[in-house]
């Protein structure tokens, strides 16, 4: 998935913000709280890292191109490191479902302030 994709997905979700974070990766969030990062050149072959399910956490990480996120896998983080072996679809459902994880954790009252979520 690249960064134009990525940016087609989430930019139509409610609250979504972008900027650069550490020089080069490109960082989506949501009322401040981050939830997908990517390289923002391109590099890397497409390597995304996001939020992921408490509960799928270790079921992601064993499948084969997916690692815990350096850095972030005490926050429960993964690395697709090997985009190329998941549909595109796929990819799309969970950085979903971690936009969704993280929008879940801000407050009530800047939940509310966000429009709902357009079906998938």
Excluded: H, N
């Excluded at 900027?19 to 995304?48: C, H, Q, Y």
């Excluded at 509960?55 to 690692?67: A, H, K, M, S």
């Excluded at 969970?94 to 939940?111: E, G, H, M, N």
């Amino acid at each position: 998935m690249t960064a134009k994709q990525l940016e087609a997905l989430c930019g139509r979700w409610p609250g979504v913000t972008r900027d650069i974070k550490w020089g080069a990766d490109l960082v989506f969030s949501v009322g401040g709280k981050m939830f997908v990062v990517t390289p923002s050149d391109g590099s890397e072959g497409g390597r995304l890292s996001f939020k992921a399910a408490d509960e799928r956490f270790l079921e992601l990480t064993d499948q084969p191109g997916i690692i815990a996120a350096p850095y972030l896998a005490r926050a429960r983080w993964i690395s697709v490191i090997e985009p190329q072996r998941f549909d595109t679809r796929e990819l799309e459902a969970l950085i979903r479902d971690a936009y969704t994880l993280v929008r879940a954790k801000l407050t009530k009252k800047l939940q509310a302030e966000l429009a709902p979520l357009p079906p998938a």
